[in-house]
């Protein structure tokens, strides 16, 4: 069966595909080593995140338009809010005349870790959704515009 043909007749491509969703931003504070001292400071962070799996009858991997809703509902927990790690999530205290967003998430709150947690999240909303059959779920997150981090997780509902 050539490629051409599959498509044609409506059967499944054999290739892997990537539908991605480019250009999500948030705005978020974190505390982590600046020079070996533990900083409170923010940043705007963007994000691509991209759903693997095989070519559907449908002609999609995923509908953009859905993964978008996806990943904008996931991202927008992230935005405007203090990220801290579970570790200390008790004993940080903030307060003042102002309102705090705390996210509090595993490990220390590295653009690494916070990638690994949107690429969970966003996989299990996609299946909670119904949206299922993809085989990873890919996340490159900016923090600022020099430095980004990359995770690739599974989906845990195959091809």
């Known amino acids: 069966m ?3 043909s599959g498509r044609e007749t409506g059967e499944a491509s054999p290739c892997i595909i990537k539908t991605c969703v480019d250009n999500v931003e948030f705005q978020a504070a974190h505390v982590t080593p600046i020079n070996g001292v533990l900083t409170l ?5 963007k994000l691509t995140l991209c759903v693997s799996g ?3 009858r449908s002609g999609w991997v995923v509908d953009f338009l859905k993964l978008r809703d996806v990943v904008r509902s996931v991202v927008s927990q992230y935005d405007n809010a203090l990220l801290i ?4 999530s008790e004993s940080i205290r903030v307060s003042g005349n102002f309102t705090v ?3 509090i998430i595993d490990g220390p709150p590295t653009a690494e870790n916070i990638a690994i947690e949107i690429c969970r999240e966003v996989g299990k909303a996609l ?3 119904g949206i299922n059959g993809f085989s990873h779920v890919e996340v490159r997150l900016w923090e600022g515009s020099d430095f ?3 995770v690739m997780c599974g989906s845990g509902s195959g091809t």
């Open 54 to 56: 095989k070519l559907r």
């Open 2 to 4: 050539s490629l051409e």
């Open 101 to 103: 967003k705390l996210m």
């Open 85 to 88: 790690s579970r570790r200390f």
């Open 41 to 45: 400071h923010g940043h705007s962070f």
């Open 148 to 150: 980004h981090a990359e």
């Open 127 to 129: 299946l909670k959704a």
